[in-house]
Structures are given as C-alpha cells and as structure tokens.
C-alpha cells in the first residue's frame, strides 16, 4: 500500500458503530446526508396561519391570498480529519486483546465524536445565543427552598411549542448529568409521579417525559479530558448545570422549523489507511465532513444554571 490510500471498509463499519459514552449532538441536530459541500434553504412565511375572509359573495370575486417565498444562506459543510501512526513496532509487540490498527481508529473517532459533542455543547451552553431563557440562582435554583422546577419547565416547553407552532407533545428535554441527579431526587418531582413515598422507585427519563406530556427526555452525559497532552488526565462535563426545551425533528421534512440539522457529506465518516515505509508503519486516517447547522434558535429554552 505504499503511496497509495485504502478506504478500509471494516474499519470504517466499525467506526460508525463506536462512540464515547452519552452523546446526542446528532438527537438534537439529526444528520441529513447531502452531495454539495454548500446549499440554501427555502423560507415560507407564515400567511397560512393567518385568519382570512374565505366568503365569496354571490357575483363577487374569489378572495386572493398571497405567499412570500425566500432563500437564506443554510450549511457549508467542513472538513474534519484526524490521523494516528500504527507503527510496525507496536504491531510485533501487541498481544490480545490488542489491536494497533483498530485502536487508532478507535481514537481518531472517539476524537471526532467529541469534537462534534462539544461544538454543539459549546452553542447550547451560551444563554447569549438564545431569544427565550432564564437564568436561575440561589434558592430558585432546582434544590432550593423556593424553586418551581416543573413551573420552570413548562415555562419553557409552551414557549418552544407557541415560537415554532408544534404541539408541546412534539418538544424534548435535555438535562445535563448534574441537573438529572438532583431534579430525580427532588419531591415535586417524586409526587408528580405518585412516588414521593415510594423510596425504592428510580425515576427513569421516560417516565418524566410522559407525566410532563412532553416528546422525551434526553440525558447529556458527555465528557472530555480537559487536560493537556501528557499531563495526568483530568475529566469534566461539556454540558453545564442547564436544562433545555427544544423542538428536535425526527427527520427533515418542508414547512418544518426545528432547531437545526448535521447536513453530512454522503461520502464521509470514512477510514482510510496508507503505508509510511520512513516511519515504518500504516497512518490510519478517519474523515467526517458536516456543519452543526441552526434552523431556528427560537425552537430552543435555555433554563441557565438549573442547579448550583
């Protein structure tokens, strides 16, 4: 193989089944394949909600209605690459249950993966990007002597449903690990689901969802190494201590407004391998191509520092 790339079919299958532990950028943005690297969105308007006069008088005209269709800039797909040595040496030296090869395609993915988790966290951490959110603090936090986190909630859930027009069925929740464990604890919580005194029940997310009537309830529980190369690994949460309502389509459709998509090269999330005969060793080489792409942030309520 030597000056010549391999797309690695094997790897790459099993690249596409492998992820570090509780992401959902790609639940809250669904990947959407497409072909060209760039492309615009068609916008509707909303005239056909409006309340019109649909009467036609006996020799009168047919009443018109008009429509206002534009086009807005949508996704420009990046290139996203990583690349790690299996060199010869480490090849003749592995034993079971080693395996050179798939563990540097394991790390280039698990890489990506996080990158991906994290540019999505990034945005969703920042009440500033956000039109609808609060901020709690101090006994309004979920835990203290004066919170109202089921208030809070639905606050937020009817304020997504009425800025995209969906019912409140069709919005989701999303906790941060830190909020889970301390709003699963909370009495409120425990009464809404006729558990209060039932100490042996563990509240599970879907439960949650269908008393709060609401689609499901996602648990961020995404986590990187903030520590620098060599230093002693050091783990932190990429989500904060928010909670979220959001509208998050299943799959795209027109005349739909959810908080956004992954349009994703068809071609891409591919391994390749090639031989380094200076290096004496094969690179193997993963490549994603995408753009975290934000529809309506309208669809999205930020409920900042739920917990302290």
């Known amino acids: 193989m030597s000056g010549k790339n391999y797309n690695d079919p094997l790897l790459s299958n099993l690249a596409k089944g492998y992820r570090p532990f509780g992401h959902?950028?790609?639940?809250?943005?669904?990947?959407?394949?497409?072909?060209?690297?760039?492309?615009?969105?068609?916008?509707y308007g909303g005239e056909n909600l409006r309340i019109v006069t649909t009467i036609k008088a006996a020799e009168g005209t047919t009443p018109v209605v008009t429509s206002n269709i534009t086009q807005a800039t949508a996704y420009t797909l990046e290139e996203h690459a990583l690349k790690a040595m299996a060199s010869d040496k480490e090849k003749e030296n592995q034993e079971k249950p080693f395996d050179v090869r798939r563990d540097k395609m394991e790390l280039v993915m698990d890489l990506l993966s996080v990158s991906r988790e994290y540019g999505l966290?990034?945005?969703?951490?920042?009440?500033?990007?956000?039109?609808?959110?609060?901020?709690?603090?101090?006994?309004?936090?979920?835990?203290?002597?004066?919170?109202?986190?089921i208030g809070d909630i639905a606050t937020a859930v009817g304020t997504v449903a009425d800025a995209v027009n969906v019912p409140d069925e069709k919005v989701s929740l999303v906790m941060s690990m830190p909020v889970w464990r301390i709003f699963r604890t909370l009495d409120e919580v425990k009464d809404l689901l006729g558990f209060k005194y039932n100490q042996t029940k563990v509240l599970q997310p879907q439960q949650i969802a269908e008393a709060l009537g609401v689609k499901q309830l996602l648990l961020a529980r995404g986590r990187y190494n903030s520590a620098e190369d060599g230093q002693t690994d050091v783990f932190a949460n990429l989500w904060g201590n928010h909670c979220w309502a959001g509208y998050f389509a299943d799959s795209p459709k027109i005349k739909d407004v959810p908080f956004g998509y992954t349009p994703r090269r068809k071609a891409a999330l591919v391994v390749d391998r090639w031989r380094d005969e200076d290096i004496k060793g094969e690179?193997?080489?993963?490549?994603?191509?995408?753009?975290?792409?934000?529809?309506?942030?309208?669809?999205?309520?930020?409920?900042?520092?739920?917990?302290?």
């Open 24 to 43: 959902i950028n790609e639940m809250i943005l669904p990947s959407y394949p497409v072909k060209l690297p760039t492309a615009k969105i068609g916008v």
């Open 121 to 149: 966290a990034n945005y969703m951490n920042d009440d500033a990007n956000f039109t609808n959110s609060t901020t709690l603090s101090g006994t309004a936090q979920w835990g203290g002597s004066a919170d109202d986190p």
């Open 283 to 308: 690179w193997i080489r993963c490549t994603d191509e995408y753009d975290q792409y934000i529809i309506e942030e309208k669809a999205l309520y930020m409920i900042d520092a739920a917990v302290a």
